[in-house]
């Protein structure tokens, strides 16, 4: 199943990690090619080809790609109470810790009458990706339009694809979501088409185009936010999930197979990568995960993405040449299991987000914990974040300046203007002193 591979007695460095690095290979110029005739169909023929889409990769004939505000009411009427009571838990949790992390304003001061205000002004309007396909994600729906609402995004909407089983309409699940944060539009739409849709606006079916496109999704997916980057903003390049977990020899290993089967199961591309001092706890593992993958449910999916290249068990010599493959790896998700975690935290400079301990699951995080799920994959942690209300935050900085408080720079405006032969630059400010003789 999942390989393990021993680089004890390897000269494993910071320098030199990332060529130890498993990482799932893909054909992303075929894929690129792909999604962009797709896009190019959704802009030339609107609704025609998101339903000719519909039919051809979803097998449904959809009548009417907007979701009726019945049939948003009627998914949360029809909701298991105790998925509707989980949901509203989620909300508030996710709620609290956006609300926390939105940035306050500042006001710099330079001497009398100079200040610069920094300041944050939310988008106008916002896209949310769901995905349908292998699972059902109403935790995606709160990951983000929480993010978006907590940042005062004023339009939110949601698409997600359209299903057969469901009459053509996204999940009911997705729907009752969407309704319990207010949501009143959501389309069934999927795939690098929705994108396109998002980010152009539909005109024929009234979808006004999104300032920022938020969401999960698979690589065609991902290849469509990429290509739509500049014409939108978005959060990152979200492709199949990915965990890594730092483990010394105290990491219970029926703990650290689970967790590995659990992400595993989202998609067969999936990477799942243990990293530890200790081979006893490697192998171990890799017993437990022969016993744990025969008894899930999705064996076969989980099964795949073991045994693909994107994963493994490495074993290394130390913690801090664990530490060093962990930021290479830049895993969306990281989980530390380790006798003394705090200075391996200080280390980890590359990660989606740091589960910390045995009782901190990635699933935790991607429910109830509080945090946002939303998160970059393929290396993505090594430049970008997670979803969050800065996702869908521009921040502006408003400059005042008195009359004295711009003759104090106004010399040395005019040296740096002239330095960079640019003698406009300067006179734009000598011109306010000139008939004063003040200058």
Same mark, same amino acid.
């Given at each position: 199943?999942?390989?393990?591979? %021993? ?17 799932? /290979? ?24 998101? *339903?000719?889409? #519909?039919?051809?990769? %979803? ?20 909701? %298991?109470?105790?998925? *509707? ?23 710099? /001061? ?6 610069? !205000? ?106 469509? *936010? ?14 199949? /999930? ?16 689970? %967790? ?15 990293? /530890? ?17 025969? @008894? !899930? ?32 790896? #830049? ?64 921040? @502006? ?43």
């Amino acid at each position: 199943m999942i390989r393990i591979e %021993d680089l004890r007695g390897v000269a494993l460095t910071a320098k030199n990690a990332q060529g130890f690095v498993p990482r799932v /290979t893909l054909g992303r110029a075929e894929v690129d090619s792909t999604v962009g005739e797709l896009m190019s169909e959704v802009a030339k023929e609107g609704s025609i080809a998101l *339903k000719r889409h #519909a039919l051809e990769f %979803d097998g449904v004939d959809v009548a009417d790609l907007r979701v009726s505000a019945a049939a948003l009411k009627g998914a949360l009427s029809g909701l %298991d109470k105790d998925v *509707k009571a989980a949901l509203q838990e989620s909300i508030r949790r996710v709620r609290a810790a956006s609300e926390d992390a939105v940035p306050q304003s500042t006001t710099t /001061t330079y001497n009398a009458g100079g200040t610069v !205000t920094t300041r944050y002004v939310p988008v106008d309007r916002a896209g949310v990706y769901v995905p349908g396909g292998k699972a059902v994600y109403p935790s995606s729906v709160v990951m983000n339009v929480v993010a978006a609402q907590a940042a005062g995004v004023p339009d939110i909407v949601v698409v997600s694809p359209a299903q057969k089983e469901c009459g053509g309409l996204p999940h009911p699940t997705i729907l009752a979501a969407a309704e319990l944060l207010g949501i009143t539009e959501v389309y069934a739409l999927g795939g690098a088409s929705a994108i396109a849709a998002l980010a152009w606006g539909v005109p024929d079916i009234n979808l006004e185009p999104v300032s920022v496109i938020t969401g999960p999704g698979n690589r065609y997916v991902a290849a469509a *936010k990429r290509q739509v980057t500049g014409q939108v903003g978005i959060d990152s390049e979200a492709g199949p /999930t990915e965990i890594g977990i730092i483990a010394d020899e105290t990491a219970h290993p029926e703990f650290v197979a689970a %967790d590995l089967v659990s992400q595993a199961e989202h998609d067969e591309l999936a990477s799942a990568v243990l990293i /530890t001092t200790s081979m006893e706890l490697a192998t171990r593992v890799e017993a437990a995960l022969t016993r744990q993958v025969a @008894q !899930t449910h999705h064996a076969e999916r989980v099964t795949a993405a073991l045994s693909g290249e994107q994963s493994a068990i490495v074993v290394v010599d130390t913690l801090t040449q664990a530490v060093d493959l962990a930021n290479a790896l #830049a895993a969306e998700h990281l989980e530390i299991m380790v006798e003394n975690p705090d200075e391996i935290v200080r280390g980890v400079r590359h990660a989606g987000a740091i589960f910390v301990g045995d009782y901190t699951p990635v699933s935790a995080g991607d429910y109830l914990a509080g945090s946002n799920h939303v998160l970059p994959t393929a290396g993505g942690a090594k430049f970008t974040s997670g979803l969050s209300p800065l996702t869908f935050l521009r921040s @502006q900085q408003v400059v005042e300046y008195d009359k004295a408080a711009l003759g104090q720079i106004a010399e040395s405006i005019v040296a740096l203007a002239r330095a960079e032969n640019l003698p406009a630059h300067g006179d734009a400010v000598t011109t306010r002193f000139v008939e004063a003789g003040e200058l």
